[in-house]
């Protein structure tokens, strides 16, 4: 079977003075190639420890993973990840950054060029080539990291709040952007967000998880995702539709949270 397939997951943290936290707990999922899919919960839901098991950074306690019925054991080039701070190389230019994964995989330094120009056209940097990282702005840094991560080729991009620390107005043209190249490559796209209205906007489907032990609360299937390819981000927050959901997922959430701290006071 094609597509990320998560077979009842469960991850347990050893505590150093003893004692053990159950961050994940029998997650079943179905991941179809090239589907959108976002995550949202509260904090400690297990949301990027989820995200880290398919990077293959963690190994789950419990549970498989495949990918394209293959086995994941741990990092792989078919999973690229974009962290929320970019993880670019100062020391490099943009077009270094972006062909560092391809060189190290000795790919011909002809073939790394014309890959770079497609990818800097792609994420509207093609003048910035040349500048150095340090030189740009967190919109543009995360451009390049985007960049860096297809030039790998992967068949999964996993994206840990790429968003977060960006202004709004930066931060809604990067929305853009991902769906135009979820729809421009066909990748599969799994996005963490703290943000109700970028879950909203960037997933065909939304995962809501809850914590203490992360698990999956409630699936949405959207329509937001692709009436924004292409189009202005608020004009889609202006469907019918869009701030009653907005408003639904809001209460879910803040009802965990309330639950969490009652968990706490009565501890």
């Given at each position: 079977m094609s597509g990320l397939i998560i077979d009842d997951v469960s991850m347990t943290f050893e505590l150093p003075g003893g004692g053990k936290v159950e961050a994940l707990k029998n997650i079943k999922l179905n991941i179809k190639e090239g589907e959108l899919m976002s995550v949202l919960g509260p904090s400690g839901c297990g949301k990027s420890t989820l995200l880290n098991i398919l990077a293959g950074f963690l190994a789950p306690t419990e549970g498989k993973m495949s990918l394209s019925a293959e086995k994941i054991t741990g990092p792989s080039p078919k999973r690229g990840m974009v962290f929320q701070?970019?993880?670019?190389?100062?020391?490099?230019?943009?077009?270094?950054?972006?062909?560092?994964?391809?060189?190290?995989?000795?790919?011909?330094?002809?073939?790394?060029?014309?890959?770079?120009?497609?990818?800097?056209?792609?994420?509207?940097?093609?003048?910035?080539g040349e500048k150095m990282i340090y030189e740009m702005s967190g919109g543009m840094q995360q451009r390049v990291a985007l960049a860096r991560c297809l030039a790998n080729e992967p068949?999964?991009?996993?994206?840990?709040?790429?968003?977060?620390?960006?202004?709004?107005?930066?931060?809604?043209?990067?929305?853009?952007?991902?769906?135009?190249?979820?729809?421009k490559t066909g990748k599969t796209i799994i996005l963490i967000t703290?943000?109700?209205?970028?879950?909203?906007?960037?997933?065909?489907?939304?995962?809501?998880?809850?914590?203490?032990?992360?698990?999956?609360?409630?699936?949405?299937?959207?329509p937001f995702a692709e009436l924004g390819v292409g189009a202005d981000l608020r004009e889609v927050k202006r469907h019918e539709d869009?701030?009653?959901?907005?408003?639904?997922?809001?209460?879910?959430?803040?009802?965990?949270?309330?639950?969490?701290?009652?968990?706490?006071?009565?501890?």
């Open positions: 701070h970019g993880a670019l190389f100062e020391w490099m230019n943009v077009t270094k950054n972006i062909g560092f994964g391809p060189k190290m995989k000795g790919v011909p330094q002809a073939q790394i060029t014309q890959k770079v120009e497609e990818l800097l056209e792609i994420v509207g940097l093609q003048d910035f068949d999964v991009i996993l994206m840990d709040e790429p968003l977060g620390a960006l202004d709004a107005l930066t931060r809604e043209k990067m929305q853009s952007l991902v769906l135009d190249i979820w729809k703290h943000s109700v209205e970028e879950a909203l906007l960037l997933g065909e489907r939304l995962l809501v998880m809850a914590p203490r032990p992360g698990r999956v609360h409630k699936e949405y299937k959207l869009f701030g009653p959901k907005r408003d639904e997922i809001l209460s879910m959430i803040w009802d965990m949270e309330e639950e969490i701290m009652g968990r706490t006071e009565s501890a």
